[in-house]
């Protein structure tokens, strides 16, 4: 019975604000959406920074005019290092000189200018864990017959830095739209209790709990909280479908393929975002609003 | 049942309390006036059982409880026994008289079938038999009266509260809700009266109590309106 008139009244508190609740489901929609995209985007630049920063390689240029014997130490140094995963490769003036004609192929001038000898020899080596970059370099630069050590993942970090940015604006977006989203669902209750407030006046005049007054008003805001994540959830499985698998199929490359496990993860967490936050909006706005 | 020690409520922003130190006891089965001008303080004794307001100062008892110590989540369950009745009856429009007596029933938790058996019984009981499927507007004043006692009653409450029940009625009309009340009162239920309709405390010779700027200023056991 009571399920039943909690139930009947959720229904017909939806209908009778119809305006208001397809408003507070929009905003909803929307704010959650933006929730999950960057939520989806956090987990795609992690785990691309992971992918990159694996196969993320510090150069260490030797001097031109460097020594055999200086070469030959820094190779015995770096194969003993145990900051340094695998064999260390060496690229000599042939390989050097090769890679920097494929490097700057757009440049031929340069090229054209530059003798191999003019192009330093260099040790690649890959770091088992690549933010230890700071104690590479303080132990080889200075060292005899080093030039300079560079680390690849402070290029990398640039276009972390930008994918960050995004993925805090489309944070900060989320949470004024939740704010947004939050005021109305305050609004709507308010409108909903006072609709009803002959009902509550008697509910509380022979003696109906807190919680029976108030549920019918706290699951409509859930209802429609609930609603807008799915809504939401929609947005982004179209959002892969329409746009990071087809249009925008090159970025990809980049940032790696968004995979239907992370978008399907933001259903439950949507769910219960939208529904729990509505929920306490509308049950603390009833707090204030229905006296005792 | 009831008793108010030394109760003082001043409301916020108020020049002066709107009672002041009064105490009064009510025994179970009594029926009682509160009588006085407007703004004596009588309509804040009918606040103050039903805990809507708390007193400033003293103690408030209702059913051996002290209601000024009850906590906020206890409030609902301790109205459930006591029924109140208002000048402006307080029905919902868009149920039927069946319905707004079944209503009060619901909300605290009765099944339908209770409310089947019970509420043609109360509804009978105010002399209603036959109207339950009426709707407030196609009632008079006295009948919508009716139908407010029917819902205060028919949890069978131990104190049953009116605040100017006869408010907006007829003298005729005012005498019937009187008789009701009379018999409800004769059920062992406590009656609690406030009113300012001087004919009616004529003609019951109950307990009055005359309230004036806040404070008692006359108990009569078989009192007159004076």
Known sequence: ?292 | MIRLENVTKTYPKAARPSLDGVSVSIDKGDFVFFIGPSGSGKSTIVKLLLHEVTPTKGKVVVNDKDVSTLRSWRIPHFRRSIGCVFQDFRLLPTRTAYENVAFALEVIGKTQAVARRVVPEVLELVGLGGKEHRYPHELSGGEQQRVAVARAFVNRPLILLADEPTGNLDPDTSIEIMRLLDRINRTGTTVVMVTHDSNIVNQMRRRVVEIEGGKIVRDQPRGVYG
């Not at chain 1, 139930?7 to 017909?12: D, N, R, Y």
């Not at chain 1, 992918?51 to 030959?72: A, P």
């Open chain 1, 1 to 292: 019975m009571r399920a039943k008139y909690v139930l009947s009244e959720v229904m017909v508190g939806l209908w009778r604000n119809v305006t208001m609740t397809v408003a507070m489901i929009i905003t909803m929609a929307v704010s959650l959406t933006m929730l999950g995209a960057s939520l989806v985007m956090y987990h795609q630049v992690d785990e691309m920074k992971a992918r990159f920063l694996s196969n993320v390689q510090v150069s260490i240029f030797l001097d031109v005019n460097v020594t055999d014997e200086q070469q030959n130490a820094l190779a015995q140094e770096l194969a003993t290092d145990p900051l340094v995963s695998g064999t260390p490769v060496f690229l000599n003036t042939a390989d050097s000189y090769k890679l920097f004609q494929e490097q700057m192929k757009n440049d031929q001038a340069l090229i054209d200018s530059t003798t191999p000898e003019q192009v330093p020899q260099s040790f690649r080596v890959r770091l088992k864990d690549p933010t230890k970059f700071e104690q590479i370099k303080a132990t080889y630069q200075g060292k005899p017959g080093v030039d300079n050590v560079i680390d690849q993942a402070s290029l990398l970090n640039r276009v972390f830095d930008v994918l960050g940015a995004l993925q805090g604006l489309a944070l900060v977006l989320a949470i004024a739209q939740g704010l947004a989203a939050l005021l109305l669902v305050a609004n709507t209750i308010q409108v909903a209790a006072y609709s009803k407030r002959r009902e509550v006046a008697v509910m509380k005049l022979v003696g109906a709990s807190n919680w029976f007054i108030q549920s019918p008003f706290v699951l409509e805001a859930m209802f429609a909280g609930a609603i807008g994540a799915l809504v939401a959830y929609a947005g982004l499985v179209a959002a892969k479908v329409f746009l990071i698998d087809d249009s925008l199929k090159a970025l990809t490359a980049i940032i790696g393929e968004v995979q239907w496990g992370t978008i399907n993860i933001m259903l439950p967490l949507l769910l219960a975002a939208g529904a729990l936050v509505s929920g306490v909006t509308g049950w603390v706005t009833l707090r204030f609003y229905i006296k005792k």
